[in-house]
Structure formats: C-alpha cells, structure tokens
C-alpha cells in the first residue's frame, strides 16, 4: 500500500522565519523617518528665509538690497554677519550660533558650455575669523535654498529730448522756460542719448549646516 505524507523540516521552517524577520526589519527602517529628519527641515527653512531677507531687504537710505549690494562689489562679510547670523547686536540674526552658512553663486558661463554646475563661495562663515560661527565645518547634514536675481550692473540712462517748442511765453527746453532761440529743429537729425544699460542674471545659494 503507497501511503503520501508531508515531511517536515525545521531547518527549513527556521531559515524562513529568518528570511521572513530580516525582510520587515528591512522594511521598516526604510519606512521610518531618519531622526535628523526634522533638523534638514529646520536647516533648509533658515537658508529659504535668510535668502528671502538679504534678497528683498536693505538698510535705510539706500535703495539697493542686500545681495545687489553684495553682487555689486561690496563686503558680503558685514552684511552677511548682520542678516544671516553673527555677533552684531544691532540686528538679529535668523541663523542661530548652532548652525554654519555658506553664500554662493552659480557659474552661469560654466553651465552654459556644458560643463558641471561650478558654485563659487562668496562667503562662508566657518571660515571667517572674525564671525562667531569661525571654525564650523559641515558633518551632520545641511541643506540650500536658491534665488534668481536679475538686475542693472550699469543702470539705463532715460535720456533727454533735445527738441524744443515756442509758445506765448517763448521757447521751452526740456520743461524749462528758455529766453534763448531754439536751435535744435525737428529737421534737423535726431541723436539719441538714451542708454540701455547692462543687465545681468545670478543664481544663488545659501547653504546652512551643522
């Protein structure tokens, strides 16, 4: 008589239980949000609004904001201790003394030439000695955040017309009344002195880490 059975091994029931425990353990750290989590966060909102400052405000007085000034020439080091953060008791910082910073600016002409993304450092606070973030390195995590800027490295000049016009009060010049004979004529070849100026496109980046 042929009898069928079912044969048993717990070698095998054992390995697959194993299998079985390290697939959702697998599982599970994937799907766990990574404890710094909330500080990449934290870090990438302070870079969002420091940018969103030094890009819409200024001192009073000059009409220029912070990085026009900064992409204009001047010391990005004051301006950014001021804004950003550092040991100027004039303004508070947005950046608190636990994190670092890092301003820079994308080589436009790099990308365009195919090239890779080439940022350079216009200024970094771990390595300035005069900041009180002088020191910091980057060895946790960090996180950016981007501004396009588009703006006048060469103003446009209005122009002036140099017609003129006469009327019962005599002649008028640029809206001022003139006793003078007008000897410019509509005749004569208009020479435009209206200046287009120079515009220029920067991208930048505010780093901030710890």
């Keep these: 008589m042929n009898a069928r059975g079912f044969v048993f091994s ?6 697959f239980v194993l299998i079985m425990i390290t697939v959702n353990l697998l599982i599970f750290t994937i799907g766990t949000p990574k404890p710094y989590q909330a500080e990449l966060e934290s870090a990438h909102i302070l870079a969002r609004d420091t940018l969103s400052v030094l890009a819409s405000s200024g001192d009073a007085g000059t009409p220029n904001t912070y990085l026009e000034r900064i992409l204009g020439g001047e010391s990005a080091g004051p301006i950014m201790k001021k804004v950003a953060g550092g040991n100027d008791a004039s303004f508070r910082p947005i950046i608190p003394r636990g994190y670092g910073y890092r301003l820079e600016s994308l080589d436009l002409d790099v990308v365009q030439a195919g090239a890779p993304e080439t940022w350079a450092t216009l200024y970094d606070a771990g390595s300035d000695t005069s900041s009180d973030r002088w020191g910091k390195n980057f060895t946790k995590l960090q ?22 016009y006469g009327n019962c009060f005599g002649y008028v010049n640029i809206g001022q009344q003139t ?32």
């Design 179 to 210: 006793s003078a004979p007008c000897n410019v004529t509509p005749c004569d070849v208009f020479k435009s002195n209206f200046g287009p100026g120079s515009n220029m496109v920067r991208i930048l980046r505010l780093v901030v880490y710890t």
């Design 143 to 164: 996180a950016s955040a981007t501004v396009m800027l588009s703006l006048y490295d060469v103003q446009p000049a209005p122009g002036k017309s140099p017609f003129c």
């Design 10 to 15: 717990l070698d095998a029931f054992v390995a």
